[in-house]
């Protein structure tokens, strides 16, 4: 039988470690037993599987082996009595036999592991790399890597938030229906601010698979919950997008400049289709509203082709929804296309978002298009003062055209 | 279960909108209700109310001897009001009750696990 290299390894530990990790902790009642013991199984795995080629169920071997070290390990540790006392009572007696695999119980286990990691008793940023690490099996050190941290600062951070969830009791469950909208929508905004993680950072473009993954595990896990197509599908979109955004030398290009003969159609038709799905369910909420956005600009084949009408009423919704100025903001953009630039240069000027630089950016497109030259360059350059990356301060100070995508 | 502190905290000279005497009796009545509820479903173990700092004193170890001292230990703006010591079954149910409590005194509530032994930080 043919052996494994250690790229397919990889491959298969992030696509199943996930879940092994979620059903031991159910079954151990502890994240360091049941991190710890998936670590020593896929040890094992690597030196067994590069000589025997992996099993057929490589998830479910991963978890059968993981969970007898585990035994073996609180045996050996002697601590089973306490321990092995919290195990559920189904996984007792059953060492030998395989875990069943991809039925219902199973999957809940990543999705009480999900709702855990981003439970609100715990800091964004706990949040975030619990679930990189836990969910996604991302090592501590890529983890760290991710947000520009030394590996000690992670995994001390991590450290942390399992102690906290320990010593806390932060329930390892599927949260009840009344409190779900919250509790979902923190675990919505982890996996987009991992996507906007990568999207910003050139050096890291994992994270952004690695979130549309996470948002394709959750709309399988929760296929009723138009939020959770809606942010699948905006990030699906924005991906389809993403190699005409960044030029070669890092610079930004804006949506009226992209390449559209560069986006990724089939990525677009996928994100269409759940849009589509999403707009029958007729339940709108803000990543929805957002998606479809998206999905009006992939329809259009030029920037002038575009349908602002459509674009202006689903940030109507949106504003509606998500009453922030940055939507205000982005609404009199798409008003400035539709209606003219002066009409978006009135709304712009009542929002008060002095320190945010697209709001200068806006600013200066569209003063520049009243052909107001000299308010425009000053604010081109407040809004290049203010930019947080290179890529962005360039792009400002050649004086940007068009708007932000 | 878990044992949960849920600490109230008032800061010092926050002026507060002053209560109508109806209003005071009725948010007396509502952590009456509040308080009853918790002691039938066994949540409840203690509580209390504390005057205000002012009336702490501090003792201390200083060169071998106990030193006393007039006033908090924090110099803190906010100090503890009172507490409630209650069993919960997890965090979801402490914040639950915490959230009852703080409707209706309207003061910020901390929710703090007990330690025991089997849980201290292993790293």
């Known amino acids: ?405 | 279960m878990t044992r949960y502190m849920l600490s109230v905290h008032s800061v010092e000279g926050e002026v507060r909108e002053p209560m109508s005497p109806e209003d005071m009796q009725h948010s007396w009545q509502q952590i009456g209700i509040l308080e009853a509820e918790m002691k039938s479903s066994g949540a409840w173990l203690f509580s209390g109310r504390l005057h205000e700092p002012e009336t702490a004193t501090v003792v201390r170890v200083a060169n071998g001897e106990i030193l006393t001292t007039d006033g908090p230990f924090a110099e803190a703006r906010e100090h503890l009001g009172g507490f409630y010591i209650i069993n919960a079954e997890d965090l979801d149910a402490a914040l639950a009750l915490a959230s009852k409590v703080t409707r209706v005194i309207g003061a910020p509530i901390e929710v703090r696990p007990f330690a025991d032994f089997a849980d201290e930080p292993k790293g």
Not at chain 1, 318 to 344: D, F, K, M, S, W
Not at chain 1, 391 to 403: I, K, Q, S, T, Y
């Open chain 1, 1 to 405: 039988m043919a052996g494994i290299d250690e790229a397919a390894m990889g491959r298969i530990f992030r696509d199943n470690s996930g879940r092994s990790v979620a059903t031991l902790i159910r079954v151990f009642g502890d994240i360091d037993v049941a991190e710890d013991a998936v670590q020593e199984a896929y040890a094992v795995a690597l030196s067994k599987w590069a000589r025997d080629g992996p099993p057929p169920n490589p998830g479910g071997w991963i978890t059968t082996t993981a969970r007898k070290r585990a035994i073996d390990r609180l045996r050996r540790e002697s601590r089973e009595r306490e321990l092995l006392g919290r195990m559920a009572v189904s996984s007792l007696g059953n060492d030998d036999h395989d875990i069943p695999e991809e039925t219902g119980p199973v999957q809940d286990d990543r999705l009480r592991l999900i709702f855990t990691c981003c439970h609100p008793a715990l800091s964004t940023e706990a949040q975030v790399a619990l679930t990189l690490r836990l969910l996604g099996g991302l090592s501590t050190e890529e983890v760290a890597r991710s947000f520009l941290l030394a590996e000690p600062t992670m995994a001390q951070r991590l450290v942390r938030a399992k102690h906290k969830i320990k010593a806390a009791r932060i329930p390892y469950r599927v949260p009840a229906d009344h409190e779900l909208p919250d509790r979902l929508r923190a675990v919505l905004s982890v996996v987009y601010l991992i996507y906007n993680a990568g999207l910003n950072s050139p050096t890291e473009r994992g994270l952004c698979a690695e979130a549309i993954r996470l948002g394709r595990l959750l709309s399988t896990l929760m296929p009723d919950e138009p939020e959770v197509a809606g942010l699948l599908a905006l990030l699906v979109l924005t991906e389809a997008r993403r190699a005409s955004r960044i030029r070669a030398d890092g610079s930004l290009v804006v949506l009226g400049e992209q390449d559209r003969s560069r986006w990724d159609r089939t990525a677009i038709e996928e994100g269409q289709r759940i849009v589509r799905w999403c707009l029958r369910r007729n339940q709108p909420g803000p990543y929805q509203l957002q998606a479809a956005i998206n999905a009006v600009h992939a329809d259009a084949a030029t920037v002038e082709d575009t349908d602002w009408s459509q674009i202006v009423a689903l940030y109507d919704q949106l504003l509606a929804v998500a009453p922030t100025p940055v939507v205000a903001l982005n609404r009199a953009v798409a008003i400035g296309e539709a209606h003219g630039p002066e009409a978006a240069l009135a709304l712009v000027h009542e929002l008060d978002l002095e320190n945010y630089y697209p709001f200068h950016a806006t600013r200066a497109d569209l003063l520049r298009r009243l052909g107001r030259e000299s308010e425009a360059a000053a604010a081109y350059a407040r809004a290049a003062a203010l930019a947080p990356t290179d890529a962005e301060r360039d792009f400002l100070r050649r004086g940007g055209r068009g708007h932000r995508p």
